[in-house]
């Protein structure tokens, strides 16, 4: 059996928002601390938003691998470099077509109902190195996939995989 392996990593763009949330209640959680040598109630409120700052900073540091083996591909989120969480299995015998983000061969498929699912890194750079790949069942899923994991893609359906 011919298995092909083909691994890529997408950093997510840093969402500022949470960054600045972060910051806010470190801050909040220092001066807490500080006035909790007046009363237990601000120890508790400083536990409190530190168990806020860990999970904040779980979502500011995101990163997608995208995993291709033998007609499956794998996408897993990376939380803060260090916990891992499987996100999707896409079987891409239910691929209808992939296709790069701004393809005229996506044209027919604009004014479906489709649920979306991005996985790319949320930058827009020219030129764009997002992909569309619709699942049957009304999935959409825009990817980054690498060069190398295209090609392995059109490997297996060559009629479904576009790269203009």
Do not use: W
């Amino acid at each position: 059996m011919n298995e092909t392996y083909v691994e890529c990593m997408v950093k997510r763009k840093t969402n500022q928002g949470l960054k600045l949330l972060k910051m806010t209640l470190i801050m909040l959680a220092v001066f807490c601390v500080l006035l909790g040598f007046t009363s237990i109630i601000f120890l508790l409120v400083a536990v409190a938003l530190g168990v806020g700052v860990y999970f904040t900073s779980l979502h500011t540091e995101i990163e997608y691998e995208y995993l291709y083996v033998d007609r499956q591909l794998t996408v897993d989120k990376i939380l803060n470099q260090n916990r891992r969480k499987r996100v999707a299995v896409y079987d891409l015998d239910r691929m209808e077509i992939l296709a790069p983000f701004s393809s005229h061969r996506l044209d027919s498929y604009k004014n479906r109902e489709a649920k979306t699912f991005d996985f790319s890194s949320g930058l827009e750079s020219k030129p764009d190195p997002r992909f569309t790949m619709y699942m049957s069942g009304n999935n959409k899923i825009i990817l980054e996939p690498t060069p190398e994991m295209v090609k392995a893609i059109s490997t297996v359906a060559p009629r479904k995989v576009f790269k203009e």
